[in-house]
């Protein structure tokens, strides 16, 4: 069983950056594709970011690509997704998710583990 911790969802201004973390436990994260998707309020949750088991192929949404970049430390059992140039439309609470296949998926239904979100304000 895997389990997902993200961390670093805060608030900022419009223009900022955050560093989102989410650490992983359980066997075996190198070998998972890993995803980032988004929640705002009475919205549908929408894939973010993706990054495939070695860390070589990423996906984005076109929302957030220039913008925002996914990356993974096999070592530390740790992905993180670095925001740059936030606006508000933005704000939303950010998921962490795992998928036991190799290669990345912008398909909520393909993910295995979810961690619990953490919540990014970016005010105007």
């Known amino acids: 069983q895997v389990q997902l911790v993200e961390s670093g969802g805060g608030l900022v201004q419009a223009g900022g950056s955050l560093r989102l973390s989410c650490a992983a436990s359980?066997?075996?994260?190198?070998?998972?594709?890993m995803g980032w998707f988004r929640q705002a309020p009475g919205k549908e949750r929408e894939f973010v970011a993706a990054v495939n088991w070695s860390g070589k192929d990423r996906g984005y949404s076109v929302s957030v690509k220039g913008r925002f970049t996914i990356s993974r430390d096999s070592a530390k059992n740790t992905v993180y997704l670095q925001m740059n140039s936030l606006k508000p439309e933005d704000t939303a609470v950010y998921y962490c998710?795992?998928?036991?296949?190799?290669?990345?998926?912008?398909?909520?239904?393909?993910?295995?583990?979810w961690g619990q979100g953490t919540q990014v304000t970016v005010s105007s």
């Open positions: 359980g066997p075996p994260f190198s070998s998972y594709a």
């Open positions: 998710a795992a998928d036991k296949r190799s290669g990345y998926s912008d398909s909520m239904g393909e993910y295995d583990y």
